[in-house]
């Protein structure tokens, strides 16, 4: 019996079913040892009933993996694509690629991109050198536009010395501040978030560190955190702020030495002329402020010390700016305006804006009272505590009034 070679040295016979993207299915059997190319030609011949007329035909079509998504390459054999007995497969044609744009259209793109350029400097300058020159002063415009809070400073400076002379008229002055003084060391005590101290003491941290970290941390818990790791060492660690030791330097003020005392005695019951009285009250007014002495962000002092800056210089930088880093990183790079200095400058005294804070009844009455000028001397060190006085049931109508009179002679 006669057999052919190539049925001897054939492969393993596989069916495999074909699809195309119209809905035809069927299947075509080949051995392993056959390329894709061939499967495709077969397909095609079967799929267009008969030879094919185009060879560009079989180039046009291409054989996907139904399971994998698999491109099939021509040249590989079935046994190479790894293509097994009833493996699906689909016979699509290719994209066509992009017809290349003609001449013609190329040129009217290039006028339409030339047509839509913005114009250079010279252009510019070309276009308006017949229009009529305008000098816009910038700083009047700017002035008018003011903002509060830059604004809101200059207005407390001037406040806080109306009220110093107001409250000195009033023979109990020295008995009021005592009081104002006491209920300021109950509201620093308020300020602190019991919920992040609760934090920091279940940490093991102590109570006392833990208060005074959060302190200088503005009640953050991590950056407290953070420094109470930092500062588990310093033999200064456990020293309390400024204005909280246990001697009470402020409240020592009213009633720790024999001397002030006598000073509030005279104050209230003798004849002592009005300038040495101010000049009393001046004294325990600059010790209350100590309480208030602005306390940077130890972050961000440390982060533009890193930068090469003096650290006096971050300081008045990040007091100018409320202790925000990017603000005062800017002003130290900058000109530097406003300077220190102009923190304590106040506002026109003979201004319309000040005449009618200073003649708003709510504003009068506020300034007699010695928690008034308290929450003045607070917000000045301290910008971020005016949202607490502002909802203070008796210094918040003062800052509202303030704050509706400034809007509406801005607006004007």
């Known amino acids: 019996m006669f057999v052919q070679e190539e049925k001897i040295f054939a492969g393993k016979v596989l069916k495999i079913h074909i699809c195309t993207m119209d809905g035809t299915e069927w299947l075509e059997e080949v051995t392993e040892d056959t390329t894709v190319e061939k499967l495709k030609e077969k397909c095609l011949k079967h799929y267009v009933h008969g030879s094919l007329e185009d060879p560009k035909t079989l180039t046009h079509h291409k054989l996907i993996h139904a399971a994998t998504e698999r491109v099939l390459t021509d040249t590989k054999t079935v046994a190479d694509e790894n293509l097994k007995d009833k493996d699906v497969l689909l ?25 839509n350029k913005a114009p250079d400097k010279d252009a510019i300058l070309k276009a308006t050198a017949s229009l009529s020159t305008r000098h816009t002063d910038r700083t009047v415009t700017q002035h008018n ?76 818990v991590t950056q407290a955190m953070e420094w109470l790791i930092e500062h588990v060492d ?14 009470g330097a402020a409240g020592a003020t009213a009633a720790a030495t024999p001397g002030t005392s006598a000073s509030a005695s005279a104050l209230a019951s003798s004849s002592t002329d009005e300038s040495s009285r101010q000049d009393e009250l001046t004294e325990i007014f600059k010790r209350i402020r100590r309480k208030r002495e602005f306390r940077p962000d ?21 007091r100018v700016n409320n202790n925000q880093q990017d603000a005062a990183c800017e002003w130290l790079l900058g ?30 009455l506020g300034l007699t009272n010695p928690k008034t000028l308290l929450a003045f001397e607070d917000m000045l060190e301290n910008p971020l505590n005016s949202t607490q006085w502002m909802n203070d049931p008796e210094t918040g109508p003062v800052m509202l009034q303030i704050s509706r009179i400034f809007q509406t002679l801005n607006r004007t």
């Open 335 to 364: 000109d530097r305006k406003p300077s220190p200095e102009d923190l304590d400058k106040g506002i026109d005294t003979n201004s319309p804006l000040f005449q009618a804070i200073l003649e708003n009844p709510v504003v009068q």
């Open 298 to 318: 130890s972050r961000a002092v440390i982060a533009l010390m890193e930068m090469g800056f003096d650290e006096k210089e971050v300081i008045d930088a990040l």
């Open 91 to 115: 016979l699509i044609k290719k994209r066509p690629p992009p017809t290349p744009p003609k001449m013609a259209e190329v040129s009217a793109d290039e006028k339409k991109k030339q047509d």
């Open 234 to 247: 310093d033999p200064s660690v456990d020293m309390p702020l400024p204005g909280q030791d246990s001697s």
């Open 145 to 220: 536009i003011r903002d509060f809070q830059t604004e809101l400073r200059k207005i407390l400076v001037s406040l806080i010395e109306v009220a110093q002379k107001l409250l000195a008229l009033n023979p109990d002055a020295v008995e009021l501040f005592k009081k104002a003084n006491a209920m300021l060391d109950e509201d620093e005590e308020d300020r602190v978030d019991e919920t992040a101290l609760q934090q920091l003491t279940e940490m093991g941290f102590p109570e006392s560190r833990a208060i005074k970290a959060l302190r200088l941390n503005h009640m953050s």
